[in-house]
């Protein structure tokens, strides 16, 4: 069975840091490219970044980048989220999402069941 | 930035009638866009991309239509399992990759 767990979420004070984890299983994670995208509470979806097979090419959302850096290691099976500077507004679910990974088939497929950061004082 | 615009916001329903959901993108994303079902306390699940193709194991009360800028996620039949948020999601000008507001499907 496919499946991504997350993992690294809690209560962080603003200007804080974490790390996320999500790892994966059931597929050969060295083949997809992999996204976050996390969801306020109560609101939508916002994709915050993404990572090629290599890890050699990333983008980030503009809400992010310079504060977010976004990595693999393919041998771990694993994707992670260094979240730095939080903000009050970072507060959100995060999902690791898989990457149909084509040409024109970027389309998320799984997700994870996501994992809740919150930064508060 | 390819902005998506999610119609209605909510839609009420009965069980068994038809549901007809649209996506509107800012600029052209020929037919690269996503379905995703949300049911609350739940990820999202890919249920149609291609604009028009179901993915694994997904109903076939399930159909997707539209290309460029119009788009419209159409269920018929409603089952109570149904009953969800769901987001369209373009992938053809990124990055960033964009999602709509959503639109709640609701039982009647």
């Known amino acids: 069975e496919v499946q991504l767990v997350e993992s690294g979420g809690g209560l962080v004070q603003p200007g804080g840091s974490l790390r996320l984890s999500c790892a994966a299983s059931g597929f050969t994670f060295s083949s997809y490219e992999m996204n976050w995208v996390r969801q306020a509470p109560g609101k939508g979806l916002e994709w915050v970044s993404y990572i090629n097979t290599f890890g050699n090419t990333i983008h980030y959302a503009d809400s992010v980048k310079g504060r977010f850096t976004i990595s693999r290691d393919n041998a771990k099976k694993s994707l992670y989220l260094q979240m730095n500077s939080l903000r009050a507004e970072d507060t959100a679910v995060y999902y690791c999402?898989?990457?149909?990974?084509?040409?024109?088939?970027?389309?998320?497929?799984?997700w994870g069941q996501g994992t809740l950061v919150t930064v508060s004082s | 930035e390819t902005v998506m615009t999610q119609s209605p916001a909510t839609l009420s329903v009965s069980p068994g009638e038809r549901a007809t959901l649209s996506c509107r993108a800012s600029?052209?994303?020929?037919?690269?866009l996503a379905w995703y079902q949300q049911i609350p306390g739940q990820a999202p699940r890919l249920l149609i991309y291609g604009a028009s193709t179901r993915a694994t194991g997904i109903p076939a009360r399930f159909s997707g239509s539209g290309s460029g800028t119009e788009f419209t996620l159409t269920i018929s039949s409603l089952q109570s399992e149904d009953f969800a948020v769901y987001y369209c999601?373009?992938?053809?000008?990124?990055?960033?990759?964009?999602f709509g507001q959503g639109t709640k499907l609701e039982i009647k």
């Open positions: 999601h373009q992938y053809h000008n990124w990055p960033p990759h964009t």
């Open positions: 999402a898989r990457d149909h990974s084509g040409w024109l088939e970027d389309w998320f497929d799984p």
């Open positions: 600029q052209s994303v020929s037919s690269n």
